[in-house]
């Protein structure tokens, strides 16, 4: 995985700026949010009681990094009524993946950066 594997999902100008170009520290910023991830994405299903927290929380780790389309779905899975949240959580799942995939490639590229000094 690569740069040129990203699919545009996350928007790294916005970590960039938040991080000030440093690549470590973008390195650990994204670290976090597949920790969030890990933690949070599974709770994305009206099954679990925690769900509209789940989407809050990814909402603002995903906006933190330029995840802008995570984002947007989670706001609205947020303000969803119960009927329609299922369908909904569905895109922010997939939403999610897209931006981890699109994280994996960033650090991967991050990594490779760092092996060349």
């Known amino acids: 995985m690569a740069r040129r594997d990203l699919t545009g999902a996350v928007d790294f100008s916005v970590l960039e700026n938040v991080t000030a170009g440093m690549d ?25 009681d925690g769900w509209r927290d789940a989407a809050h929380t990814l909402r603002g780790a995903g906006g933190g990094i330029g995840a802008n389309a995570l984002a947007a779905v989670c ?32 650090r991967h590229e991050l990594a490779l950066k760092s092996l060349k000094g």
């Open 24 to 48: 470590d520290i973008s390195d650990e910023v994204l670290g976090l949010f597949v920790h969030q991830a890990s933690i949070w994405g599974p709770m994305l299903t009206t099954s679990q």
């Open 75 to 106: 706001a609205e899975a947020e303000a969803a009524d119960e009927v329609s949240a299922e369908g909904i959580l569905l895109r922010v799942r997939d939403a999610l993946d897209q931006a981890l995939s699109d994280v994996a490639a960033y």
